[in-house]
T-cell receptor
Framework: DSGVTQTPKHLITATGQRVTLRCSPRSGDLSVYWYQQSLDQGLQFLIQ???????AKGNILERFSAQQFPDLHSELNLSSLELGDSALYFCASSAMTGTYEQYFGPGTRLTVT | AQTVTQSQPEMSVQEAETVTLSCTYDTSESDYYLFWYKQPPSRQMILVIRQEAYKQQNATENRFSVNFQKAAKSFSLKISDSQLGDAAMYFC?????????????FGKGTRLSVIA
């Protein structure tokens, strides 16, 4: 158990809909990262938050947005969903010091039908 | 931008044998970390081993070890005494340190099969 939690584990929705994925980082970690893993693909970085502020953006679509709340949990909002958005979405967290390891949550499997 | 390349989409190894997974990366940074992550069928991402670029000594974690060649920008993973539970996707990842707490850059992965 990495200490990072993600809900829900599975999500099935229709095209055009909007969903919210939730992540709670490890205790004490201020940085949260979101990654997308499509079928048989590597992980693509979407967005990073540090202590409530956006720190870095990767290949995140304009239909996607995220935020980090004062209690440090983060939400990834996906709107106007398309079939191609079906993927495994991971959240990871890390401390600002030390070995800079990122600890991954179990992921949310999103299926768009 | 940094890139990570894993040239072996699939590998197989006999149980109890040794296998090496390859990874190369491209960066202009001098200070960074490299990681190998394992993703079993459960899809959980599990950190296997890490290497700090400033350390010349290769990292070792039980049956897992790396061959880090900084000048060649190569970072291979050796798994000794392979076990059935080692069957998984393995991802090589890079993390630069020049601009603070940066995201990971992943390779596309190598699928490892272990044959009993």
């Amino acid at each position: 158990d990495s200490g990072v939690t993600q809900t829900p584990k599975h999500l099935i929705t229709a095209t055009g809909q909007r969903v919210t994925l939730r992540c709670s980082p490890r205790s004490g970690d201020l940085s949260v990262y979101w990654y997308q893993q499509s079928l048989d693909q590597g992980l693509q970085f979407l967005i990073q938050y540090y202590n409530g502020e956006e720190r870095a953006k990767g290949n995140i679509l304009e239909r996607f947005s995220a935020q980090q709340f004062p209690d440090l949990h983060s939400e990834l909002n996906l709107s106007s969903l398309e079939l191609g958005d079906s993927a495994l979405y991971f959240c990871a967290s890390s401390a600002m010091t030390g070995t800079y390891e990122q600890y991954f949550g179990p992921g949310t499997r999103l299926t768009v039908t | 931008a940094q890139t990570v390349t894993q040239s072996q989409p699939e590998m197989s190894v006999q149980e109890a044998e040794t296998v090496t997974l390859s990874c190369t990366y491209d960066t202009s940074e001098s200070d960074y970390y490299l990681f190998w992550y394992k993703q079993p069928p459960s899809r959980q991402m599990i950190l296997v081993i890490r290497q700090e670029a400033y350390k010349q000594q290769n990292a070792t974690e039980n049956r897992f070890s790396v061959n880090f060649q900084k000048a060649a920008k190569s970072f291979s993973l050796k798994i000794s005494d392979s076990q059935l539970g080692d069957a998984a996707m393995y991802f090589c990842a890079y993390r630069g340190l020049s601009s603070g707490n940066t995201p990971l850059v992943f390779g596309k992965g190598t699928r490892l099969s272990v044959i009993a």
